[in-house]
T-cell receptor, first 115, second 114 residues
């Protein structure tokens, strides 16, 4: 069974602060895929990143960075110098080989960035 | 390139009715997945279609069904609507059928059951 836990329900920060969104996953599969999606108020899920289980390299994309650690089954997401436009719900999701494109989502973290 | 489109965007139905939602994937994409999003249950996988065949199915009752056409457009149908079916229904498309593909989501159809 697949499970994704996002323990932080809501986070509020002031603009320009750094913020880390936590994601812990559970799976028995040896090959799996992790994703982060952003859902702004408009409702459409926006793809941010995909990571394969055999690639533990951290990744940085502009103000976004991701820390994948298999030893702790975590795939955390950090926004550096947050901006008001980053306000959204962020979802972590898990897929597995043989599961097609089926994703198991976490419950999401509501990020509020204020001036 | 046009994104994933879903129609209608909003629907209001009454209990016992049935409803059909439509999803047009990105041109060239052959996989379409459907998800239900509710405040209580979050995002839950309904089913996935690839090349007109259902590949995966989530834990939903048989009232929820779907299909995919030869042009990859997909429809999902919910029969005998219940109040608990009120949700945002999201469709996602992906190019290939292999696991781990990047999926692109549509804006969703918000269904309200009265």
């Amino acid at each position: 069974a697949q499970k994704v836990t996002q323990a932080q329900t809501e986070i509020s920060v002031v603009e320009k602060e750094d913020v880390t969104l936590d994601c812990v996953y559970e799976t028995r599969d040896t090959t799996y895929y992790l994703f982060w999606y952003k859902q702004p108020p408009s409702g459409e899920l926006v793809f941010l990143i995909r990571r394969n289980s055999f690639d533990e390299q951290n990744e940085i994309s502009g103000r976004y960075s991701w820390n994948f650690q298999k030893s702790t089954s975590s795939f955390n997401f950090t926004i550096t110098a947050s901006q008001v436009v980053d306000s959204a719900v962020y979802f972590c999701a898990l897929g597995f080989t043989g599961g097609g494109n089926k994703l198991t989502f976490g419950t999401g973290t509501q990020l509020k960035v204020e001036l | 390139k046009a994104g994933v489109t879903q129609t209608p965007r909003y629907l209001i139905k009454t209990r016992g009715q049935q409803v059909t939602l439509s999803c047009s994937p990105i041109s060239g994409h052959r996989s379409v997945s459907w998800y239900q999003q509710t405040p209580g249950q979050g995002l839950q996988f309904l089913f996935e279609y690839f090349s007109e065949t259902q590949r995966n199915k989530g834990n939903f009752p048989g009232r929820f069904s779907g299909r995919q056409f030869s042009n990859s457009r997909s429809e999902m149908n919910v029969s005998t609507l219940e109040l608990g079916d009120s949700a945002l229904y999201l469709c996602a498309s992906s190019y290939g059928g292999a696991s781990g593909n990047e999926q692109f989501f549509g804006p969703g159809t918000r269904l309200t059951v009265l």
